[in-house]
């Protein structure tokens, strides 16, 4: 019988092709994994270190802060602390953004702010004012004190969107002052012992 080239290369093909199955045979498994919720089997902790060359675009300055957070067990809150110090402007408020690195982009929560600055806090959320080139803020996030961004797929009260985005290193910690209102300075926040 006069094998025709056609057939070759169709068996050719066919062969390659099944070679390929045990790569997209888990394919499913990674997407539809378990939610990052179910990952967890304690608290989560997360900092950052806060700079100008942090932010987008740097900035130098001689201010500097550190950020360090705990989901609980059960994923209803967020334990913080924020200090920073020595910025060159007065601080007028600080949040934390959803945004990757090298990006810019809406706020998720408040640590600070006030009434009177070039941007105050939304009607009904309540935050201490900051300090002037120094400040402390302690204290925890709940789902109430989620505010989106819902462009960035986090609605208002939206918990777990805002820790699946802390967790996944897509959130970063900025402090805003007079002397550089889009922000003096600002940190990637990530798990500890990540190098990020």
């Known amino acids: 019988m006069k094998k025709h080239p056609i057939q070759g290369l169709t068996i050719a093909v066919v062969l390659s092709l099944l070679q390929l199955l045990p790569v ?21 902790k997360l900092k950052a270190s806060l700079s100008g060359f942090n932010e987008v675009p740097a900035f130098s300055t001689t201010g500097r802060g550190r950020f360090k957070a705990t989901i609980n067990k059960d994923r209803t809150e ?41 941007f105050p806090p939304p009607a009904g959320v309540i935050v201490p004012p900051c300090g002037a080139g120094e400040g402390v803020f302690e204290g925890t996030f709940t789902a109430s004190d989620v505010l989106g961004p819902a462009n960035r797929g986090i609605a208002p009260g ?39």
């Not at 939610?35 to 089997?41: I, N, R, T």
């Not at 020595?86 to 601080?91: F, I, K, L």
């Open 24 to 44: 997209f045979a888990g394919e499913d498994d990674f997407f539809e994994g378990p939610p990052l919720q179910k990952m967890a089997k304690g608290p989560v």
């Open 78 to 118: 967020v334990a913080y602390i924020l200090m920073y110090e020595m910025t060159e402007g007065d601080v007028f408020m600080a949040h934390i953004h959803i945004g990757e690195r090298h990006t810019n982009s809406g706020i998720i929560v408040w640590f600070c702010g006030a009434q009177g600055t070039p």
């Open 158 to 196: 939206e918990f777990e969107s805002f820790l699946q985005a802390l967790e996944a290193g897509a959130t970063y910690v900025n402090v805003h002052s007079l002397l550089e209102p889009p922000g003096e300075i600002r940190g990637q926040i990530h798990g500890h012992g990540d190098p990020r």
